[in-house]
């Protein structure tokens, strides 16, 4: 079966000649050239695995990252970017990409990182972007399994469907928002979401850098999360945002 690859790349020679040399090598290839684009792509005919440059205008590939993990979407992301950086290499990993190539590149590394993605997948279209054993792959916390509606990662359970959540034996009231706020977390463990990522999502829009909304919320779900003796699940990464782990 063919494979699909979802590439945005702002610069028109870059994004042709890549276009061309993955089309050759085999692969059905949609080009785009900025981030809006990739995201109504993606949403509407979801690739085998995204090619994302990092520096686009408007939404770059950093935000096109963090918005399809923050959607529990997990197709394999391979980023190219002109940053030498290791903090800037760490910045793409944090936001949801699996691996990066660093511009000038040479196209055989891409294809070979493209065919590292994919295997990794288990199979093309999966979804997963590390791997068959959960939507984290390698990273897949102990315990964690997604089946349907049902959800369970660190001793946590959901019921999305019946919007039900249990922590071992003990169940959860939650309210709506508190609800939509731990699923989010739970679908993306062990990743960092930022605040603009989750207020995007919860609410619909960024309440602004001096809201303390986000963090009133992540107060009342500890508080219904904790318990004596138990290691904490949502832990803050400071100037960044949240993420569900258990340490």
């Not at 028109?12 to 792509?41: F, Q, S």
């Not at 695995?49 to 590939?61: F, H, K, N, Q």
């Not at 391979?78 to 000038?104: C, H, Q, S």
């Amino acid at each position: 079966m063919t494979q699909t690859v979802l590439l945005a790349e702002d610069d028109r020679a870059i994004r042709h000649a890549l276009e061309r040399a993955l089309t050759l090598e085999g692969y059905e290839v949609t080009a785009v050239a900025d981030g809006v684009e990739a995201l109504a792509h993606a949403h509407r005919t979801p690739p085998d695995v995204l090619l994302l440059d990092v520096m686009m205008p408007g939404i770059d590939g950093l935000q096109v990252c963090r918005v399809l993990r923050a959607e529990g979407d997990r197709t394999p992301i391979l980023m190219l970017t002109a940053l030498v950086e290791t903090a800037d290499r760490i910045a793409g990993l944090d936001a949801g990409a699996d691996d990066y190539v660093v511009k000038p590149f040479d196209v055989e590394e891409v294809f070979a990182r493209l065919r590292a993605l994919l295997r990794r997948t288990g199979t093309a279209g999966y979804g997963g972007y590390a791997g068959p054993d959960g939507p984290n792959g390698g990273a897949v916390l102990k315990g964690e399994r997604w089946s349907g509606g049902q959800l369970s990662v660190a001793g946590l359970r959901m019921d999305v469907q019946a919007r039900r959540a249990w922590r071992g034996e003990r169940e959860l009231e939650l309210t709506r928002t508190e609800f939509d706020l731990l699923e989010l977390l739970a679908r993306n463990a062990g990743i960092v979401l930022d605040h603009a990522t989750i207020y995007d999502r919860i609410w619909g829009y960024d309440f602004g850098p001096g809201s303390k909304n986000l963090a009133v919320y992540v107060g009342y779900l500890r508080r219904k999360l904790d318990e004596p003796g138990a290691p904490a699940l949502i832990h803050t990464v400071r100037g960044v945002g949240y993420v569900l782990r258990e340490d």
